[in-house]
């Protein structure tokens, strides 16, 4: 992410040698980070077809969990929940506990953005107990590494819990 030219180059190199599709939304993640929403929400487009023509449901989850984060993050809140929408009934089915733990954390952050922080917080608990159950599967050093590669979702619900506290400053002690 600090060079995006060279993750391009990197991503050209390896569609070259065959393994662009494999990598689409690897550079969806890319053009996420960078700000560039439309270009990832191109990219999911692409590797969402590409997923139906082949019939794997997991991609096709993610293509549109992607295209609702591009779209979301773009300001496009409607396109983002319909994305989001089709993409629940794939994933919820899906054994692939990451899809599954994906989906719950681009609905919360959906929410948010729809301003139903409620609703968010009652979300971002599925999502804290699916981690927390998933951790509690780990040794020590795994468990370790887990919280470090998803603590900012514990970030993000503080985050949360500070904004309700703020609209609703009868219950601020409770939050």
């Known amino acids: ?17 065959g393994y662009g599709e494999n990598l689409q939304l690897v550079l ?4 996420l980070q960078t700000g560039k929403y439309d270009e990832a929400a ?16 997991d991609c096709q989850a993610n ?8 779209k979301r993050l773009s300001g496009d ?12 009934p794939l994933a919820s089915k899906s054994l692939d506990v990451y899809l599954r733990g994906r989906l719950l ?11 139903k922080l409620n609703e968010a917080l009652a979300v971002y608990r599925q999502l804290i107990t699916l981690i927390e159950t ?8 795994g468990q370790r590494e887990f919280s470090e590669n998803y603590g900012y979702i514990y970030d ?14 009868h219950d601020r002690l409770k939050f």
């Not at 969806?28 to 053009?31: L, P």
């Not at 998933?134 to 050093?141: I, M, N, Y």
């Not at 993000?156 to 400053?169: H, T």
């Open 156 to 169: 993000e619900l503080v985050s949360l819990l500070y904004s309700m506290s703020n609209r609703d400053s």
């Open 63 to 70: 293509g549109l969990l992607s295209l609702s984060e591009a």
């Open 105 to 115: 954390y681009g609905e919360a952050r959906q929410l948010n953005a729809e301003h």
């Open 28 to 31: 969806v993640e890319v053009y």
């Open 134 to 141: 998933v951790k509690g599967s780990l040794g020590a050093s």
């Open 42 to 57: 191109s990219i999911a487009n692409e590797s969402l077809k590409a997923c139906q023509k082949v019939g794997n449901t």
């Open 77 to 88: 809140t409607n396109a983002a929940r319909a994305a989001l929408n089709q993409a629940r």
């Open 1 to 17: 992410m600090k060079d995006f030219n060279k993750a391009e180059e990197c991503y050209a190199k390896a569609k070259e040698l």
